[in-house]
Nanobody, 116 residues
Framework: VQLVESGGGLVQAGGSLRLSCVAS????????MGWYRQAPGNERELVAT???????NYADSVKARFAISRDNAKNTVYLQMNSLKPEDTAVYYC???????????WGQGTQVTVSS
């Protein structure tokens, strides 16, 4: 299983970015897909997750600004990030939990930098 992220970069405060993550090497439906982030000196934290056919779950710090979505046919998860703030600067990691008997998988991370 391989996760490939794209869409990170440098943006000014108030701007938008859209992250994408494609999961390959897995032919079954994926239970949970999502995004975590880690800023320098901080622990990795949840940004948003979405279950197959279910509701999304967001960190309080990104509610109303970020939107997670998925395309099950393409095994792809997206994160639309609007009204970005400097405190959103972090490495963003794609995450999937296919469910038993598979383990959880992580992407390599994509850098998001928001300048003030």
């Amino acid at each position: 299983v391989q996760l490939v992220e794209s869409g990170g970069g440098l943006v000014q405060a108030g701007g938008s970015l859209r992250l994408s993550c494609v999961a390959s090497g897995i032919s079954r439906s994926i239970n949970v897909m999502g995004w975590y982030r880690q800023a320098p000196g901080n622990e990795r934290e949840l940004v948003a997750t979405v279950t197959s056919g279910g509701p999304a779950n967001y960190a309080d710090s990104v509610k109303a600004r970020f939107a997670i979505s998925r395309d099950n046919a393409k095994n792809t998860v997206y994160l639309q990030m609007n009204s970005l703030k400097p405190e959103d600067t972090a490495v963003y990691y794609c995450y999937i939990r296919p469910g038993w008997p598979f383990r959880d998988y992580w992407g390599q991370g994509t850098q998001v930098t928001v300048s003030s």
